[in-house]
């Protein structure tokens, strides 16, 4: 298997992260065994970052992945990996973080990750089922405590970088009201078909580097969208240009400056989904994606309670909708 060699931009902290990463989370997921086997595939084919949480299972098999790799000789030291996990909703509390982070690593078998993000702006009880959730389950997120709590992480060195997921214009902005150190990163539901414009330039101007979940819709997933891989655009752009329907997607993803991470286990498609940098799209082309209908694919609902901290998808998404 030729290998692609990936771009890789600097964050604020020093660190150069790959421009495209392999997402972990999958439903229905594979065994464990076939997931590590999947992703040493990966790694041969050229992915040198990947994303795992807490939340998705998978923290194991990223490490023993990263073990088999360094044993076959595909890398030639665990530096050549970059590695993101993110903190549970669970331990979204200053004296849960540096524990949940520990027991992440041991999981990894790593010393360090590489990023390490807050998965969610929420709180939720240890007794919770996160995919079924009550309003008795909901608990006070405390967006200032919980950041103090990461950047202990950081400066014990448990994490080279920090930085959060799904949050808004008005939650970083908050949250840079009374940090030390900035988020490195935003990892944000992003695609042609929910393009996050002004949440793209607040982050540019923080030099925050957003990276894209779901960019190419999360198609066929429960929650996901067929707007992105079924766009009438799309598919023209692609004809035109003799590429895939997702190539064109995360080639206008890098375009904008944003890091996608692709979620694919089919070996060919990881292959597909790398063949991106050697070409461009067209002034006229962007314009004809900026056509596309805007709407997100996950709303977040299922954390939204009359009584709770946020009484409204508006609220949670602080109007960014």
């Not at 970059?82 to 949940?100: E, G, I, M, N, Y």
């Not at 590489?114 to 389950?137: C, F, G, Q």
């Not at 996901?224 to 993803?253: C, D, F, Y």
């Amino acid at each position: 298997m030729a290998t692609v060699k990936i771009p890789q931009v600097m964050l604020n902290s020093g660190h150069l992260i790959p421009t495209i990463g392999l997402g972990t989370a999958s439903n229905p997921m594979p065994p464990p065994e076939q997931l590590t086997s999947i992703l040493v595939d990966a790694v041969e084919a050229g992915y040198r970052h990947f994303d795992t949480a807490a939340a998705y299972g998978t923290e194991e098999c990223v490490g023993r992945a990263v073990a088999r790799a360094l044993d076959r000789g595909l890398i030639k030291n665990r530096d050549e990996v970059f590695v993101t996990s993110k903190l549970s909703w669970k331990h979204t509390q200053h004296d849960r973080v540096l524990p949940a982070l520990k027991e992440t690593l041991r999981k990894l078998g790593l010393e360090y990750v590489d990023l390490y993000l807050i998965h969610w702006p929420i709180r939720i009880k240890d007794s919770a089922d996160p995919y079924k959730l009550t309003a008795e389950d909901m608990l006070h997120f405390d967006i200032n405590e919980t950041w103090k709590a990461m950047e202990e992480c950081y400066k014990l060195g448990l994490a080279k970088s920090i930085g959060v997921s799904n949050y808004s214009c008005a939650k970083l902005s908050k949250l840079l009201e009374n940090a030390t150190i900035p988020p490195a990163v935003n990892q944000v539901e992003m695609n042609v078909a929910w393009q996050q414009q002004k949440l793209l330039q607040f982050c540019k101007e923080k030099n925050i580097l957003v990276c894209a979940w779901s960019p190419l819709g999360a198609n066929g997933a429960v929650w996901g969208t067929h707007r992105v891989m079924q766009s009438p655009i799309l598919k023209e752009i692609a004809a035109t240009k003799n590429r895939s329907v997702a190539q064109v997607a995360l080639r206008w993803i890098y375009e904008q400056g944003v890091s996608p991470i692709v979620k694919s286990f089919n070996k060919e498609r990881m292959k597909e989904n790398l063949q991106i940098f050697d070409w461009k799209l067209t002034e006229e082309e962007v314009s004809r994606i900026q056509e596309i209908p805007q709407a997100r694919g996950f709303t977040g609902d299922r954390f939204v309670f009359p009584e709770g901290q946020y009484k409204s998808v508006e609220e949670l998404w602080d109007g960014e909708i």
